[in-house]
């Protein structure tokens, strides 16, 4: 006599998904901040810290708006062609040379651009060109003030996020109030600025900006003696961008 088996009732569907979830969802585990029709059970097992470190990078990553169709994502649109950008950047640093020119860098820099075109072929992003007076202030045995102005090219990448990170090179011309390096140097000189940094989309039009930029003063021989000053600077700034 063969007795009769009997199968287990069968789960709803949707219930048995949620019991069949091997890996918790990042966004079930931030709990209401992100919710879903159908959260797995399995995402109550992410530990709270993990969620509030999920949570902090969507807030820095996040594009800045949802695109619609023909739209650039993130940033993109705060550098896209014929936007004009008025900020500047404020910061310090000190000379590369310690042994022979030490010396410690104040620099203020006011800065005008214009986005001249862009291209989302290799490195997505955007050539912009910026016009830069910008004052140092030296301190060596004595303080001196250079007073420059330096034309930038200078390179957006788009990311599709807040985060836009920054190439640029700058070139122009300086008069300082002292010899400058005053081992020799000369009151005019010639300025060099590569730089690197990132910008991080504050609202719809704002930028705060991070950079670090190597700086170099030298006559290019025009005078009989050419010692060069190497300095690096850290610098902070706003934009907005029209």
């Not at 029709?37 to 995402?43: F, P």
């Not at 000369?186 to 991080?200: D, E």
């Not at 290019?220 to 850290?234: E, I, V």
């Amino acid at each position: 006599m063969t007795a009769d088996r009997t199968e287990p009732p069968a789960l709803p569907e949707a219930e048995a998904r949620s019991y069949s979830c091997r890996s918790p969802e990042p966004w079930g585990a931030a709990g209401r901040l992100f919710p879903r029709r159908s959260r797995s059970r399995c995402s109550d097992a992410l530990p709270a810290g993990l969620c509030g470190l999920l949570l902090a990078l969507w807030l820095v990553l996040a594009p800045t708006s949802s695109p619609g169709a023909g739209e650039p994502a993130g940033n993109a649109g705060l550098f896209a062609p014929g936007r004009l950008t008025v900020g500047g950047f404020v910061g310090g640093g000190f000379s590369l040379q310690p042994e022979t020119r030490s010396a410690t860098l104040f620099a203020l820099f006011p800065r005008l651009g214009y986005v001249l075109a862009e291209q989302v072929h290799v490195l997505p992003g955007s050539l912009e060109v910026a016009a830069e007076p910008g004052y140092v202030a030296v301190w060596q045995s004595q303080a001196a003030s250079v007073f420059s102005l330096s034309v930038f090219l200078k390179y957006n990448v788009f990311t599709g996020t807040r985060l836009t990170p920054f190439a640029e090179f700058g070139a122009g011309v300086s008069e300082a109030t002292r010899a400058m390096p005053e081992q020799g140097g000369s009151h005019f000189n010639f300025v060099l600025q590569p730089g690197l940094g990132l910008q991080y989309a504050v609202g719809d039009r704002n930028t705060l900006d991070l950079e670090w930029r190597y700086i170099h003063l030298s006559n290019a021989t025009l005078f009989p003696s050419d010692p060069s000053l190497n300095g690096s600077l850290f610098l902070i700034g706003f934009s907005h961008h029209f």
